[in-house]
């Protein structure tokens, strides 16, 4: 009986809260994400995953408490695309971009499976694994649904490409929450690292995030500043940055909106692509590259099986026509590496642009300007 | 039996094969045989009156009713009154005679199937023949149960194309034989035979079709002692028909 | 001893069960094969609790074996059909350039984001560029007539598709390679909603009629000439089957991607058991054996006891080439022949 009516009441009420909400800024403030919209009523908090691909609906989620009922769906949504009891206690994660969240928060305890082990950087996630307490739920490259089922988990956290992604409709199936994971659909750095604060309310650690997120902003954007501020001083010059290698006849460069390209343009570079438009890559053909990066600077990202000059040499005989060759200005992100692939810029260094724009001003200025004396994922290529 | 009138065949959009201005008919109670030269359309005549080459001119009637066009004769009544033994020599990897030989039922619907199989096989001299594998079959056999095959459809007409190309000389005269013993026999009315065989076809024709881009029919000795039928093949030679033996032979005397 | 043909078709039925069971209970979880037959017969009410064995027998498991049924009879089917049509003992399900074209819309939905607004995007993608080979292969040979120039355009439909598939994998991200990758490799697994029942439910639609005019198929053997001759409309049949392979051929890929090995293989595997090329027998027998062929390799794919899983479609080629080479070398009378 009670029940009966309580439900109708709390829509009215939620339904009341949007409207007052519509008038006042949202609790959690959001920054630079663009693809992530959190929203806290009362006790419960929605998650709305925007354009979790090209062209998707907003993915609306219900976080709530446990021993909560779920509140009525926001307008306009006819129903949440999960609802997911907080705090978890069991995740599964698809992606090696979500352990670092996981782990700042100190919540790696509750990590019960990723997809796989090989692209893994994380060594305390790497000896549970060993240890059996994280399980692998894929293999040759697909996931093990009635593996992942078994698991009972809170939320499987994967990435999907489309509305019809087959985990995500299968494990919906089957009663299992899934939370899409578009991270990497921000071309913001800093809103790519705000992904953390989706992990503060899963876990329920919202100040802890908050705090974290705070402190990586913060330290962003004064070291940005700073920058700023020396290449003015030095008349302005900034030092040109040509990036990525060929890969099968064509080199894919990043575009000038995209992730790498806001980077090198915050750490003070002149990349060489930075007037082109588009978040993802552009790819070119060796010569156009030529007529552009000969004169480069720096070169800055490169083929994962680069790790020398003489791999680069033997890659292809006329990348030695490139001055960073010759001048020994070639930096790559592979001081965190592990033999099996796994390589830990794709890991924690997307949830740390600070510490990226801090490697990328050593090597464009130099210790002093970065205030550090060893960058943290790059090395430059001898 | 089948009467032709004024045709005009010919494939896809190419030019005409074969132009026939009158009318001509394969009667009944005979043995013909189509001889020309090669692309005189033999082949094409025989698709023709079979029903399995629509005309692009004229019409084909098989006692009296139309094969093409409007009215025309029912599939399954067609393949009830015809039935044919073509060049085409694809065979299926587990198919046993007596299988191959019981397709002819299918216009029947599969009445009657095992008696007219058995005649069938009987007329050819093939049961012994029937629990083997069609691919494991001579040329001279498989030729046989081919006609057999044919014969299962109880056919009155029974078309073939070049049904000895591949046969030996005495399995090329069985061959012929045979035809002969089953239109004499009244097992069937009619038997039109395209053939390269011009001795078989002069010493065991009623009639003979002369195809060479046109036709024409005549009675064997009609048109073999008119001169008509070297005429057919070799009019600029100096090659002549030895019309008793069927062979062409040099008309100089051979030097020794 | 010799058994009787229908006995040795129905022999198949008791393997089909067999082969069922073994998918139901073996699986990366390990559940007592009691927990799964309970599982497998236990009614779910929305809303209600149920067990674990409930939901990975009756949510992952029977899903995978219906599609895994479905699409193994369908390809083999299509298969048989093929080589029927073109009298040819290579032909199968691939040879219109049907899974060509759905590899084609996949990539486009994929790789250049197009119609990513759909419900279900690849899926429908799939099918209507399957659809759209169809259609093409269909009025050639209604125009040609002749069964060749279609094997030729198919192939030739498999070449554009794959260049297309090609630029269009060189322009893409990473993330877009690693999926249509993924798609390529096939798999039973996620067939989606109602797909794994409706490819089960459509091939067996479509084998009852085909037994049912299985002397006609018989009659085309001997060729499209002997065919008409017989009374049959060859063209229309020929017409009519291209098409159901086709259909048959691009619900499958739409569903579990390109998996077409089963397809050429499955009907030598058929004949050389049953020792016969007719019809009647030859329809259902190769559907049970696709069915039951797809389901061990699936079950082989996952190697129970183990937590690795391998593509599906190199499975069926380790497994299907050898029992091809055997069944065709085997001596016999006729060597390969449809």
Known sequence: ?????????????????????????????????????????????????????????????????????????????????????????????????????????????????????????????????????????????????????????DVVLITAFGPDDSVM???????????????????????????????????????????????????????????????????????????????????????GESYMARLFADAGGRYLWEDTTGSGSLFLDMEVVLARAAQADFWINLNFDWFTLEDVRRADGRLTAFAPFRNGSMYHHIRRVRPSGANDFWESGLSRPDVILQDLAWILHGPGVAGTSQPTYYSRIR | MITLQELRLGYGSGPDVLVVHEAMELPEHALISLIGPNGGGKTTLLRCAAGLLKPRGGTVRLRGEPLYGPGAISRDRRARVMAVVLTETVF??????????????????????????????????????????????????????????????????????????HLDPPHQTALFQLLRCLVESRVIETAVIATHQLHLALYFSDLLVLVNRSVRQGTTTELTESGAVAATFAPHTNLGLDTHRGWFVPEAPLQS | MKTSLPLRLIMLVPVLAASVLLALVLGSVPLPPKDVLVALFASVSPGEEFSLATVIVQQVRLPRVLTAAGAGG???????????????????????????????????????????????????????GAMAVLVVVMIVHQVVQQ?????????????????????????????????????????????????????????????????????????????????????????RLERTLLLTAGVLTGIVTALTGPISFLGVAVPHIARGYLHTSRHRLLVPTTVLIGAILAILADLLARLPGSEATLPLNAVLAVLGVPVVLIVVLRPRQGGVQT
């Open chain 1, 169 to 255: 409709s299968r494990l919906r199936q089957a009663g299992i929450p899934t939370m899409v994971i578009a991270d990497w659909r921000e071309a913001d750095p800093l809103g790519r690292a705000e992904w953390l604060r989706l992990f503060g309310a899963l876990l329920d650690r919202n100040d802890q995030a908050q705090q974290l997120l705070q402190d990586r902003a913060q330290r962003y954007l004064t070291l940005r500043d700073r920058i700023a501020r020396e290449v003015a001083a030095a008349g302005g010059r900034r030092p040109t940055v040509m990036a990525n290698g060929p890969w099968q006849g064509q080199w894919p460069v990043p575009a």
């Open chain 1, 1 to 153: 009986m009670v029940s009966r009516f309580f439900v109708p009441i709390t829509a009215v009420l939620s339904s009341l809260t949007v409207l007052f909400l519509a008038a006042s800024p949202p609790t959690l403030a959001q920054d630079f994400a663009s693809n992530l919209v959190i929203e806290s009523t009362g006790r419960a908090t929605t998650v709305t995953v925007v354009e979790a691909w090209a062209g998707a609906p907003d993915l609306t989620y219900a976080l709530v408490p446990r021993g909560t009922p779920v509140p009525a769906p926001p307008p306009g949504a006819t129903q949440y695309a999960a609802v997911i009891t907080t705090p978890v206690r069991r995740v599964v994660s698809l992606a090696t971009t979500n352990i670092p969240h996981l782990r700042d928060l100190g919540a790696l305890s509750t990590l019960v499976a990723v997809d796989t082990g090989d692209y893994v950087y994380d060594s305390q996630v790497l000896e549970r694994i060993a240890s059996g307490q994280i399980r692998q739920v894929s293999s040759g490259g697909a996931i093990d649904l009635e593996r992942v089922i078994a698991l009972q988990p």
């Open chain 3, 74 to 128: 369908a390809l083999a089917l299509a298969g048989l059909l093929m080589q029927t049509v073109f009298r040819n003992p290579l032909a199968g399900p691939g040879v219109l350039g049907v899974n060509a074209g759905a590899g084609l819309g996949v990539a486009f939905v994929i790789l250049a984001g197009v119609g990513a607004g759909l419900a279900a995007p690849t899926v429908t993608a799939a099918i209507a």
């Open chain 2, 92 to 165: 299926p990897a587990y198919l046993r005679v007596r299988e191959l030989v019981s397709l002819g039922r299918l216009p029947y619907g599969g009445r009657d199937s095992d008696a007219a199989i058995q005649r069938a096989l009987a007329y050819t001299e093939s049961e012994y023949l029937a629990r083997r594998y069609v691919g494991s079959l001579s040329d001279g056999e498989r030729q046989r149960v081919m006609v057999a095959r044919a014969l299962a459809q109880e056919p009155e007409i029974l078309l073939l194309d070049e049904p000895t190309s």
């Open chain 3, 147 to 235: 069964p060749v120039v279609v094997l030729v355009l198919g192939l030739l439909f498999g070449y554009a598709a794959s260049a297309i598939t090609t630029i269009l994998l060189a322009g893409s991200a990473v993330d877009g390679l690693e999926r249509y990758v993924q798609w390529s490799f096939g798999s039973f697994a996620l067939a989606p909603g109602a797909g794994p029942l409706t490819l089960l439910l459509a091939t067996l639609v479509i084998t009852v009629p085909l037994t049912v005019v299985a002397p006609r198929l018989d009659a085309l053997l001997l060729g499209s000439s002997y065919a008409e001759s017989l009374g049959i409309h060859a063209q």
